[in-house]
């Protein structure tokens, strides 16, 4: 086996023992779309890896956010692996997902897998402006991220539109998101408190810091950003699974409760809903309001 074969859906479905359902939600989610030529669709050897994550996350409750980030984390590190997939096995602890292979384990969220693209182009383009407004910086941040491989030139892009404009909502918010992904989860913090000072009554700032800070293990600050986001957006999904995953964490069950059932009642046919109904099925019965 090579990481040029191909696999069509139905390949895919019997190796993996993936269902069409899960197959057409996660490529609706972009997580791990299939490939097409001529109209015909398949997926590739890394693209088996990538369902395999997948499949394993999401039935460990991973929350959408994360999941993504890991996915496209792992796609990076083996673009180049020309290994069979039985040499490759997906580990995740429910949060982390870490890829072993020949006994050496490599994770891709913490940068420990070998990059090799070049972005030089991007960067040079980023250190010869100078003179440019915060617009025209932030302009070239978006670009260095539609470029996919050139964080570090979009973060010095957006740092330069903040230091023009040290509240633009949207740039501490995307800076915050680029540290997130590369693991840094100071750094996210500090731009999404950042932009939760700018911008108090902003959801997205507020979910953001929330899922940041219980990763950081600050799951009371965590759960009381991620209340506030929910109030002010009912229908942010991941704010809501999120809170709900704390609140099971620190035992609060009528609240996890509340959160599980309304996260169900909005996104029913997702593989997170399937974990949320787990998690109701598993809590015990409180007849107490939460504080």
Request: glycine content about 4%; some cysteine.
């Amino acid at each position: 086996m090579s990481t040029t074969d191909r696999f069509s859906r139905e390949e895919v479905q019997r190796i993996l023992e993936l269902t069409p359902k899960q197959l057409d939600y996660w490529d609706r989610l972009r997580l791990v779309p299939s490939r097409k030529e001529q109209g015909n669709c398949f997926y590739d050897f890394r693209d088996l890896i990538g369902l395999r994550t997948v499949k394993q996350l999401t039935e460990n409750g991973v929350s959408a956010n994360r999941l993504g980030r890991a996915v496209a984390a792992l796609r990076e590190g083996i673009s180049h692996v020309q290994a069979p997939l039985t040499e490759l096995r997906v580990v995740s602890d429910g949060k982390d997902v870490v890829v072993e292979r020949n006994g050496a384990r490599l994770e891709p969220l913490s940068g420990q897998f070998v990059l090799n693209f070049d972005t030089r182009e991007l960067g040079e383009k980023v250190r010869v402006m100078t003179g440019h407004s915060a617009d025209e910086w932030f302009a070239t941040a978006l670009e260095c991220e539609t470029a996919s491989q050139a964080s570090d030139d979009a973060i010095n892009a957006y740092e330069e539109t903040l230091r023009m404009e040290p509240e633009r909502i949207e740039a501490l918010i995307n800076c915050g998101t680029l540290y997130y992904e590369q693991g840094n989860l100071e750094k996210a913090s500090e731009y999404f408190q950042r932009a939760v000072d700018s911008d108090p009554q902003n959801a997205l700032a507020h979910a953001n810091l929330g899922s940041v800070l219980e990763e950081a293990g600050d799951v009371m600050e965590a759960r009381r950003h991620l209340r506030f986001a929910v109030r002010l957006d009912p229908r942010n999904l991941d704010a809501l699974y999120n809170l709900a995953l704390v609140c099971d964490r620190i035992s609060a069950h009528a609240e996890a409760r509340e959160y599980w059932l309304n996260y169900v009642k909005l996104d029913p046919n997702s593989p997170w809903s399937d974990y949320a109904r787990q998690r109701l099925a598993s809590l015990p019965s409180v007849r107490s309001a939460y504080s």
